[in-house]
């Protein structure tokens, strides 16, 4: 079945089986093996993508049901120039990160969160990440590198605001 | 193995008749049955985009709940009543709740789906739409053992009617799970009642994973008719409750533990209702 969606803001058509896991096909035949797969099972979220906009699992996701959305990686929260998102910065400042496996889909739900809701307060960041497990036990910086990176984009689209 | 995505409902279940196929929504339940094998489809039918099973409207005296309405979209509706908007909040994680349905939460029909005590409490009913027609069977009648309900294999879920004045009703939904979080119920309880000079009347009670199915509780109902709220104590709501649920030990809990857990969380979820009418606490639709 030929499978027409947007995949981080390109057009993509592509041959594939409606039944193959979104996450296969991301990672097999698009090349984007920044979506990590952990349990396969929705448990864990390590393989968080955006769909229209919502975090969802992509092990739970049917090629078959993308046809004629939007999906957003990892890959695709950078700039045009490749520099990092500001969520991406703020979890390397603050150290956010141990293994680094969970932290893509981390990063996935942190953006859910905040293009939906740009100051959350620290529950609401928690209830957002509530879907992502970190094995290294790692929560307190996740939550607080969430934090700060709501700070930046608020304080750079407060400044964007100033000077246009 | 064949992908079917039909345009309506019409067309869903024209196709549920000819091909036999199984029926994918949110697929939260489902795609963790095919990747552990325990189910290989030959045929799916993806009901996720049919446009006229989304939604939730108001229909006279009845909400009507498209039954592909995203659990997180249930969870977040000003126009359903607490109980239920509790329920859906409970299950699972937020990729969980974008991509699973109520329909399918329904359908699945396991003892401990959150939105199964508050749909029994607030006298839902089912719309089921065959080839042949449609038929609407209500909730109390409608789930028969562990994943088991009285849908035919040629019906497909189509919406839920929930009557519009249960929003004029105290609710409230209490769980216990093991972590916030992905948690599955140990125990659910799901309370609406309405309350008229101060005393309790239409009480429903109704829990979930005590039981082959979630049940209401209807000798406990009886007792607490007539009653007010601040008079009901823990020990007289526990007979009642204890003599209505059957809980086994399994993987996730006691049956002693469960006995223990569902008298307090009813009797939490009653305080609940109570703050609610008298304006505190956590809100009517």
Do not use: W
Not at chain 2, 102 to 107: D, F
């Amino acid at each position: 079945m030929l499978i027409r969606f947007t995949c981080n803001g390109r057009p993509v058509q592509i041959e594939a089986d409606p039944q193959t896991r979104v996450l296969d096909l991301l990672r097999d035949e698009l090349g984007l093996t920044g979506t990590k797969e952990g349990c396969g099972r929705g448990e864990c979220g390590a393989c968080t993508i955006l769909l229209d906009g919502v975090a969802v699992n992509s092990c739970l996701l049917l090629a078959g049901k993308i046809e004629g959305r939007e999906i957003v990686t990892i890959e695709g929260i950078a700039g045009e120039d490749g520099a990092l998102h500001p969520i991406q910065e703020a979890f390397l400042d603050v150290g956010a990160v141990q293994c680094g496996f969970c932290t893509p889909g981390m990063i996935m739900s942190t953006k859910a969160l905040l293009d939906e809701k740009p100051a959350p307060e620290v529950e609401e960041v928690e209830e957002a990440l509530s879907g992502n497990l970190c094995r290294c036990t790692g929560y307190g910086k996740i939550v607080e590198a969430a934090l700060e990176a709501s700070r930046r984009l608020v304080q750079e689209s407060d400044q964007g605001g100033e000077s246009g | 193995m064949s992908y079917l995505k039909p345009n309506s409902v019409a067309e869903a279940a024209e196709l549920l008749e000819s091909t036999g196929g199984t029926i994918l929504a949110g697929g939260t339940d489902l795609c963790v049955y095919m990747a552990e094998g325990l189910c290989d489809p030959e045929t799916l039918i993806d009901i996720s985009g049919i446009e006229s099973m989304r939604g939730i409207r108001l229909e006279g005296d009845l909400i009507r709940i498209g039954a592909c309405t995203a659990i997180a979209e249930i969870a977040s509706s000003e126009a359903l009543p607490t109980c239920l908007r509790r329920g859906a909040r409970s299950i699972g994680s937020p990729q969980i709740r974008n991509l699973g349905t109520i329909g399918g939460n329904v359908c699945n029909a396991s003892p401990c789906g959150d939105t199964l005590a508050p749909l029994l409490t607030l006298d839902a009913r089912f719309v089921l739409r065959s080839a042949g027609g449609t038929r609407t069977v209500e909730c109390f009648d409608f789930f028969t053992g562990p994943k088991q309900t009285v849908r035919e294999p040629g019906e497909i879920l189509e919406s839920i009617e929930v009557p519009a004045a249960t929003c004029k009703k105290a609710s409230a939904f209490r769980m216990i799970g093991n972590r916030k979080g992905q948690a599955i119920s140990q125990v659910n309880a799901s309370v609406c009642v309405a309350i008229a000079e101060g005393r309790m009347t239409d009480v429903r009670v109704a829990v979930g994973s005590v039981a082959p199915i979630p049940l209401r509780l209807e000798a406990l109902e009886g007792v607490l008719t007539g009653k007010a709220i601040g008079d009901v104590g823990l020990a007289e709501i526990r007979e009642p409750v204890l003599e209505g649920i059957r809980p086994i030990d399994d993987v996730r809990s006691t049956a002693s533990y469960r006995q223990e857990v569902t008298v307090a969380l009813i009797f939490d979820a009653l305080t609940a209702c109570g703050d609610q009418a008298s304006g505190e606490g956590d809100g009517a639709c």
